[in-house]
Structure formats: C-alpha cells, structure tokens
C-alpha cells in the first residue's frame, strides 16, 4: 500500500510540474487554429471528405493573415491520417460520386466559383463548368452521370438571359419603383443618353451614371448589406449538367424567384428544393418559403408545402425517396421551428411531429430510413440526436459540453466534426448509435500539447422570472488559491446567441484572458437560445434591465465564491451585448472598464441604419414613428441613459458594418465625448459585423489586444 501510494504521489507530482511547464494561449496562437466543416461520406461509409480552413501568412506582409481552405480525405477505420487532396488554389463543397471514385468539389476561376472533378484513383483536378455565373453546391444524380448547382443571377442579367427567360418576361411581383406601373421600367432604354433631350434620353443618361458607378438608385426595402449598400437584387437558381466537361448546360428552374436546399428525389426524375414563390409581394417583403417539386427537364414544378405567414424549409428527402424531413414555423422572427415527416406523396396531414423544442439543423436520413439525425443547440453546446421515424423517439447521441459542427452518415457510420474545451476543432467517427468513437484527425491537439487550458465551472441559479440560468466560470490558468484575480463579464449577442463550452468562437478570446490572469464568466441570459421557445421570448420589450440582472447575479455568484479582486471587474461584448454593457454601465458602476463592439446603442436609429432592422418590430411591437413604440424604444436605448456612464470604456466597431451600423458607436462615442467621459473609439478599416468571427486576422488580433491593452490601462 505505502509503494501504490508514493507511486500516486509520484504521478501527480509529475502531472503537476508538466502543466506547470505548458504556456497558456497566447494571442496569436488565434493563427494556429484550423477549422474542419463540410464534411462527406462515400456511400460505402469507407471514406470522409471535409474541409479545411487555416490561417496562413500573406506572402507580402509580415503582419498580414489570409484564410485558406483546401479538401482532405480520410478513411473512417481510422488507418491513416487526413490527406489534403487540394493543395494549390483554395477549394471547397466536396462531394462524392456515388461510386465514391470521383469528388466533386468548388474552387474560384476568374473571380466565379466553378465545379471541378477529381478522380480519387489518381490525376489532377479537371474543370467540369465554365458557368457564366458560376456554380455551387454540387449535388450528384444517383447514377453518378449528372450534377445539380446552382448559381446566383442579377435581376439585370435575368431579364436579358435566353435560357432562363427566353421570353424577356418581367417579374409579376410590384418592383416598386414609385411612379411607374407594371414594371415597365425594367425593360432596356434604347435612347441615345442625352442629358439636354427628351424623357427617354434624360433617363438613358440617368441609367449610364448607374452603369459607371456614379449613383445607386435604391427602390427595394433591404438594401443594406453586410458592408455596403446595394441597389441589385439576386436570385438563386438551379441547374443540370452531365458530369463530363464541356457537357451543356441546363436551367431546372425559372421565374424572379430564389430556391434553395435542391436535391435529387431517389428513384424518379424529380428534385425536391426550398423555394420563395410570391408574385403578390416584393422579395424583400416576402418572407413565406414553401417546399416544392420539380421534374429533372424543369418541367412539372408543383408545391408540396406552403402558405401565408408561414416557412416551411430544410426539406431532406430519404433514401428511398418516399419520405421527407421540413421543419415548419411561423413568419414572426422569435419562433424555434417545429421539425416534422410526411410521404412525398401524401399531405401535411399525414405528418408525424418529431418534438424539440429547440432550434434543429442538418435534418440527415440514415440509411435504412430508420433514423433522422440533425444537430441542436441546447444548454451550451450543439448536440447530435437521433430520432426513431417509427416511435418518434428523440435521442441524444452526444452532450452538451460540446458542439457538433459538420456532420454526415453512410453505411452505419457517423463522421463528425466536434469542438470543446479542450481543442477547437476534429474529426471523428462513430457507429450508427454513436458509440465507439474514434478521432481521425489531429489537425489541432499537436499544438495544444504544450499549452495550459482554463477548463469552465457549470453553474446554473433561478432568475426573477422563475426560469434556470445557466452560467460559466473560467479561472485564472495559473489560478493559485488564496490569491484575487481580476474578472472579466462576458456576453453574448444576438440576443438570441447561446455559449457554453461546445460554442466554438469565443474559444480563444475566453482563453486567451484567462492565460493574462483574469477569470472569466458567462452566462445565458433570458432571451438566449439553447432553452425552449418560453425563454427566447422573456426579453420581448426588455432588452435591457431582465438580462442585466441576469448576467450580474452570475457575476455576484461567481464572486462570491472568494477569488476575484472586487476592484478589478471588468466586462466586455460583441453586437446586442454592446447594447448591453452599455445599458450596464449606465446603471451599475461597479466595473473599473468596460468594452463593447459592434454595439446598438439608439434602437430608433438603429431601425435606419443596420439590415438587421426587423429586430425593433419584432422586439418592441411596432416601429419608431409609431406612438405606442416611441417610449418603448426610447426607454429601451442606452443613448437615453449615457449622462450616468462614467466608467472608462472603449468602443469597437468595423467601418463596413452594416448589420448594426457603425453610426450607433460614434453617436455613443461622440456623446460621452462631450460629456468628458474617460471613452476611447476604435473604427477597424473594411470590418464587418463578422471581424472577431471570420474578419481579417490581423484585426482580429488587434481588437483583442486593444481590449487587454485598455483594461490594463485601469487595472494598474
């Protein structure tokens, strides 16, 4: 016993001292990181294809990061490592034939994407279309002699195209142009341009100023993109080709409509596809989708699924072609969907609910038809389930303490891609039931062998409203007891974002701060996903002091528990949590800095600037001119209470950004500059609403150590 003993305390020592050796994250180990998606099987189940996004150095620049995506292979028995099958120009949406001898994948040419064919016995990447518009989504034909894509088509181009619209008709649907009938203005101007001739030069003049980039002529309602705004509109349609190069090809679909989701129906000479079909409503009005069929020639287009102020969308079709997976649910933008199966051929009466009430994605048949697999976002992490067609069933395959990301079944085998706390991002497999697993990659865990993790604490306590909060505790990396450690507020946006240790981007930055000696703590507060439809709708007409007092009680909690240094608080968050630190620190002076990116701080004029207007209706009951909703919104906005924000504070956001608007942070920025308030503005050239997520890495990386930088500033 006293040999077991000291060989224990050997071995605990040794464990020990190791870790004690390790580094922690570091800020540009966000470089190092390499993310799997996409992922394939072969129909014999033998093989995976997946792809790889890394981050690799510009060639012309020392500081200067770019994303590269390339295909790798893998066989599932686990015999060998991931093999990059690309290895020049970046690639991407493999797909295998269903022989599994060749792949299909997308890679750029000229500036489109097109489909390339690659036969896995050997021989270089051969260019299949040469699309005008491009191609994408490569769907093969079950006798591997065919391949559906699709391709995305101006409005301007489909008026003139002769395939899609042989008979130059116009769209049915109001253009709403103001001060002309029947669309008739979208027919080409044949005057000469004249700025001193009649109306129809006048306005052929008009029209070349547009061509040459001189001026945007808006008449559509969602005009604002991700970073800029733009007065096209785009439709995605779909197309045949033989798997040959050079073959012709064919539109399947047609019309001033845009589908998605199209796959071949096993079986018949039918694809099944998500479409948006109104000719009663602008497009960017429209927001019903229907689930429809349509014969291989384009012909026969028949809608399954659909009607007013309803979505009926991700339809999955079965193997053997009798069955169909959709989720359904209302227009209203706070709803989780309901998911559901019916026979191809019979009606929604016939269906069979399959209830969770979460969000759900990736609807995948197994198979013998037996099972329906898809992901759900539930309590911190995206969790595989399974659900028995026949008994209805619903079956977790893995838990909440990670997140599913990309998954595919063949041949009673699941291939998945999988982060947690301890790596961001791997491949493994699984038997049809999820046992058995086996890691097929080791694209991260080679790196992160000499690293120390902060691993988080799950606590969970009941708010005002009697709903459970769950939240998270990260400690210091080199956390020693009896010392007091700065804390870091983190929250997430949305609002209806989740995190938890399977949330794969804020993996670094919880991290990165832990390993600068801070604590972290997160939680998800009402209004979050991840917990039924009751709490996603508890922060209607409350976006401010409901969560507040949530995110604060896990703070209190947390330091209650006796480490963190109570002068040395600080919060930080991205996108609604801005608006919320915000709110925050106009109400609460506990914290000694704070940080808010890409914030909304003024909902009325959010409402005019970001393309994620339809929160304010959806949020608030009504819209800004509205008198019921003008003190709602002004009662709810930050800007009313910035008098009271005295904190010293920084504020992010990207000069592109239009999904909140860059004009809410200088008007936050401005206001508490004039009051003489300890406030610093940062504007990151080109960024978007998406630079800590999938930005320029450079920015990413400045962002994160402007933050650090700043809060030390007031810790010492």
């Known amino acids: 016993m006293k040999q ?78 991931p093999k990059a099958l690309t290895t020049k120009e970046p690639a991407s949406q493999a797909a295998f034939s269903p022989n599994g001898k060749q792949l299909a994948f997308v890679r750029a040419v000229d500036g489109k994407p097109q489909i390339f064919l690659l036969p896995l016995d050997g021989g270089e990447p051969q260019q299949l279309t040469k699309f005008v518009y491009g191609a994408s989504t490569p769907k093969w034909s079950a006798d591997g002699k065919q391949i559906l894509f699709s391709a995305n088509i101006s409005l301007k181009d489909l008026l003139k195209d002769t395939m899609l619209n042989p008979s130059h008709s116009l ?99 039918r694809i099944l596809l998500d479409a948006k079909v109104d000719d009663t409503q602008h497009p960017d009005r429209a927001l019903e989708t229907q689930i429809y069929l349509i014969n291989t020639d384009g012909t026969g287009f028949t809608k399954l699924l659909g009607q007013k102020k309803m979505s009926y969308n991700s339809a999955s079709i079965s193997p053997s072609g009798k069955w169909m997976a959709y989720q359904y649910g209302t227009t209203d933008f706070i709803n989780i969907p309901s998911l559901a199966i019916m026979p191809i051929a019979g009606s929604e009466q016939q269906k069979k609910e399959l209830v969770l009430d979460r969000n759900k994605s990736n609807i995948t048949w197994s198979p013998g038809e037996q099972y329906l697999y898809f992901t759900v976002q539930t309590n911190g992490g995206v969790v595989l389930y399974k659900a028995d067609v026949t008994t209805q069933k619903l079956t977790a395959i893995t838990d909440s303490n990670s997140g599913i990301g990309s998954f595919a079944v063949a041949a009673n085998k699941i291939v998945y891609s999988k982060n947690n706390v301890s790596n961001p991002s791997e491949v493994f497999v699984s038997d049809i039931s999820g046992a058995n697993t086996v890691q097929l990659s080791d694209f991260n865990s080679g790196w992160l062998q ?12 009941t708010n005002s409203h009697g709903m459970t909060v769950e939240y998270w505790v990260m400690k210091p990396t080199n956390y020693q007891a009896g010392k007091k450690y700065p804390l870091l507020l983190e929250i997430h946006g949305g609002p209806t974002a989740m995190w938890g240790p399977g949330e794969a981007s804020m993996w670094h930055e919880f991290q990165y701060f832990c390993s600068q000696g801070y604590g972290v703590v997160y939680s998800n507060p009402r209004g979050s996903g991840g917990y039924g439809t009751s709490f996603l709708k ?34 930080t968050g991205g996108s609604y949590a801005g608006y919320l630190v915000s709110w925050i620190i106009a109400h609460d002076h506990r914290f000694k800095a704070a940080c808010s990116q890409r914030g909304v701080y003024d909902l009325g004029t959010f409402f005019g600037e970001g393309n994620a207007w339809r929160l304010v209706p959806n949020y608030f009951g009504g819209y800004p001119w509205e008198e019921k909703v003008k003190p709602i919104l002004q009662h709810e906005s930050p800007i009313t209470y910035v008098n009271d924000i005295i904190t010293p504070y920084i504020i992010f956001h990207g000069e592109n950004d239009l999904r909140t608007g860059v004009i809410q942070g200088e008007m936050l920025y401005k206001s508490l500059k004039v009051l003489g308030r300890p406030v610093e503005y940062v504007r990151h050239s080109g960024g978007t609403h998406e630079l800590t997520r999938s930005g320029n890495n450079r920015q990413r990386i400045d962002q994160m150590l402007r933050t650090y930088e700043f809060f030390e500033r007031w810790l010492h």
């Open 450 to 461: 000499t690293k120390q993790l902060s691993f988080p604490e799950k606590h969970i306590f």
């Open 4 to 81: 077991l003993f000291t060989l224990l305390a050997a071995c605990f020592w040794a464990v020990l001292l190791f870790a004690q050796g390790k580094d922690g994250i570091k800020v540009t180990d966000l470089l190092k990181v390499k993310t799997a998606s996409s992922i394939t099987l072969s129909s014999d189940g033998s093989k995976a294809a997946l792809t790889l996004t890394t981050i690799e150095s510009e060639a012309d620049s020392k500081w200067d990061y770019k994303y590269v995506s390339h295909i790798y292979i893998v066989p599932t028995d686990g015999s060998a490592a």
């Open 171 to 269: 769209p049915q649907w109001p253009y709403e142009k103001p001060g002309f009938v029947n669309n008739t203005e979208l027919l080409p101007i044949t005057a000469k341009p004249n700025p001193d001739g009649n109306m129809q030069e006048i306005r052929a003049y008009l029209e070349s100023n547009v061509v040459d980039k001189k001026a945007k002529v808006i008449d559509k309602l969602n005009f604002q993109e991700e970073s800029t705004t733009s007065a096209e509109m785009n439709f995605t349609h779909y197309f045949i080709t033989n798997a040959e190069p050079n073959a012709t090809v064919k539109a399947i679909t047609h019309g001033f409509y845009s589908f998605s989701n199209a796959q071949f129906v096993p079986n018949s000479n």
């Open 538 to 571: 508890d922060n209607i007409n409350d976006w401010g002091a409901g969560p507040t007092s949530d995110v604060l009680t896990a703070l209190d909690k947390t330091v209650a528990e006796g480490w963190a240094d109570t002068s040395k608080l600080l919060v």
